[in-house]
């Protein structure tokens, strides 16, 4: 297990959780937990499912208020110094199930990333046209700014959320398991094309190897606890896939990148002794 609970703050440091709590009908679903995000990192979020991934992203882009602990953001607590549309001027969220906008064009979806730096009903100003379509353009979509945003595919939906994050300028991305519903091409995709904007990012993944390639530091949370922190070289191991996924697996480094890549065994159960795997 590789968990730190050092609560000593830095200049690094933009996110920081601390001791954080939560509870939802009774039951405890995030459990004391601790950790820090460095600027300009890429932070996955791996569990099973009910582990807490996206309990706990709430809690950090201020839709859930825990019941305690705290989250700091820039070294200010987030509930106690930031107001809604103060903290949004900071954080984009893209979600895992695309919102419905009804018949509102591409290029009015990612308008929408200005609504916290200039309110509701701003009128466009040239500069924020330039920017909409720079974002666009950065995004892949340029050839489709005019088109209805409902009739895209899953990945072009997530693109233009992109998009409309890019346009409200954060210091920080949260993406709650962004890529669950979209062709390996498009998960590929877009996680990359977060990656390349080059702010703080935090993503919650099912698909651990997209994970440990994108990712400086991974989480692993399970039954509402971190119970792994580190790099994907130190998270990701045979033995924590077996106690937290219950799954059998062998890790080795990718032919491309070197990072941790999962190879999963098929007809085994994950309580069988290791030595068992080894005549595979």
């Known amino acids: 297990m590789n968990i730190s609970n050092s609560q000593s703050s830095s200049t690094t440091d933009l996110l920081s959780v601390q001791q954080l709590s939560w509870h939802a009908d009774g039951q405890l679903i995030l ?6 995000i460095n600027k300009g990192s890429f932070t996955g979020i791996l569990g099973p499912n009910g582990a807490g991934k996206s309990s706990l992203l709430r809690c950090l882009y201020r839709y859930t208020k825990p019941d305690s602990g705290n989250v700091l953001f ?3 607590d987030i509930w106690q ?10 954080i984009a969220v893209v979600l895992q199930e ?19 730096h200039k309110g509701l009903f701003t009128r466009e100003q040239a500069s924020d046209s330039k920017h909409i379509a720079c974002a666009i353009e950065q995004v892949g979509l340029d050839d489709k700014a005019l088109q209805s945003f409902e009739h895209l595919s899953g990945g072009e939906k997530q693109r233009v959320l992109i998009a409309r994050a890019i346009v409200q300028s954060p210091s920080l991305l949260i993406m709650d398991e962004p890529t669950s519903h979209l062709d390996v091409r498009y998960q590929i995709q877009v996680m990359e094309l977060a990656k390349s904007l080059g702010i703080t990012v935090i993503a919650s993944f099912h698909d651990l190897n997209l994970a440990s390639a994108m990712c400086d530091q991974l989480l692993v949370l399970n039954k509402g606890k971190l119970v792994e922190q580190g790099t994907p070289q130190e998270v990701i191991t045979s033995e924590m896939l077996s106690s937290v996924f219950g799954v059998c697996a062998q890790v080795s480094a990718h032919d491309q990148h070197q990072v941790p890549h999962i190879s999963y065994f098929y007809g085994y159960d994950s309580k069988n002794k290791k030595g068992d ?4």
């Open 81 to 90: 110094h930031y107001g809604a549309y103060q903290y949004a001027q900071d």
């Open 31 to 36: 459990d004391n937990i601790s950790f820090t």
């Open 277 to 280: 795997l080894n005549h595979a």
């Open 74 to 76: 820039n070294q200010k």
């Open 98 to 116: 695309t919102p419905s906008h009804f018949n509102l064009t591409v290029h009015d979806i990612v308008a929408l990333g200005l609504v916290p």
